[in-house]
């Protein structure tokens, strides 16, 4: 079974820094996409950032020259490096990614369980 496994969440002071990894753990064939998501309370999932399999990242745009995320083909997986923090990222953050389980199958996307970052002011 494939799973998504998130790491680098904490507590920061507000102007810090974190940054998050996910790592696959599993076998599949490909992976496109991949993405992180954040949730807070009361709020809905929302699209932070994404990157396609040769690059192209895009951003939400209040996280813009903040956070910046990377993947590394060769270990399938993707990260976030996020910069002057502000209490209104506190958040759990998840990881997600369309994956191809075996050659001629579709896409499937699979999430992360989510890591917590908080942002203190």
């Known amino acids: 079974q494939v799973q998504l496994v998130e790491s680098g969440g904490g507590l920061v002071q507000a102007g810090g820094s974190l940054s998050l990894s996910c790592r696959t753990s599993?076998?599949?064939?490909?992976?496109?996409?991949m993405e992180w998501y954040r949730q807070s309370p009361g709020k809905e999932r929302e699209l932070v950032a994404g990157?396609?399999?040769?690059?192209?990242?895009n951003y939400v745009t209040s996280v813009q020259g903040r956070f910046t995320i990377s993947r590394d083909n060769a270990k399938n997986m993707v990260s976030l490096q996020m910069n002057r923090l502000k209490p209104e990222d506190t958040a759990v953050y998840y990881c997600?990614?369309?994956?191809?389980?075996?050659?001629?199958?579709?896409?499937?996307?699979?999430w992360g369980q989510g890591t917590q970052v908080t942002v203190s002011s």
């Open positions: 997600r990614a369309d994956l191809l389980f075996r050659a001629g199958d579709t896409w499937r996307t699979v």
């Open positions: 599993g076998s599949f064939f490909d992976i496109n996409t």
């Open positions: 990157i396609g399999p040769v690059g192209s990242p």
